[in-house]
């Protein structure tokens, strides 16, 4: 797994001592940074984006900074294939983060201190159920979340194709594994 220190790249872009996600041209500045590390990176690559040394994120920066970088994510337009989680979100970040993300119909793993991992933004119950089974099972089978998740098998590779296309979720060998967690790295 990749890692950016969003704080560093913040203090980059702007070559001041800033803390603070403020201002949509400062979003704009540290999310152009960081299409470049990312773009540099082999496909399908996980990158955590950790939040540790932020200050606080307002709205505008958080949809710059999180949301524009998912949505270009999803198009596979940096890099192909590529797979995007956060780290060191304080509740203050995760409010401002998940405003935009269910603004713009986007989801995103959050790893968090406990070597866990939590879904926010815009996922219904099903969804939710879904990658809930998959991040506790480590790798499994559409066939496994349908049992557990109480889904036809149908309905299960259906919202596990589609957590997949969100980037929520990586098939391999054959298996769903939830993005972030140590059956992906």
């Known amino acids: 797994m990749s890692h950016i220190d969003v704080g560093g790249v913040l203090?980059?872009?702007?070559?001041?001592?800033?803390?603070?996600?403020v201002t949509r041209s400062t979003g704009m500045a540290v999310r152009h940074s960081i299409e470049r590390e990312l773009s540099a990176l082999k496909d399908g690559t996980v990158t955590a984006l950790d939040f540790t040394h932020v200050g606080m994120i307002d709205y505008s920066c958080a949809d710059e900074v999180v949301a524009k970088l998912l949505l270009l994510v999803a198009g596979n337009e940096i890099p192909r294939g590529a797979y995007v989680v956060v780290r060191g979100l304080t509740e203050y970040h995760l409010e401002a983060i998940e405003a935009v993300l269910d603004h713009r119909g986007l989801a995103l793993v959050v790893l968090v201190e406990d070597g866990g991992a939590r879904l926010v933004g815009a996922v219904n119950e099903d969804e939710r159920r879904a990658w809930h089974v998959v991040h506790t099972r480590g790798r499994t089978h559409a066939r496994d979340v349908a049992a557990e998740a109480g889904l036809d098998e149908d309905a299960a590779e259906n919202l596990l194709e589609a957590l997949m296309r969100r980037r929520l979720l990586i098939r391999l060998s054959g298996e769903y594994a939830a993005v972030g967690t140590a059956a992906v790295s």
């Not at 203090?11 to 996600?21: E, I, K, M, S």
Request: no cysteine; net charge neutral; aromatic share 10%.
């Open 11 to 21: 203090r980059q872009a702007v070559h001041q001592g800033y803390t603070d996600l």
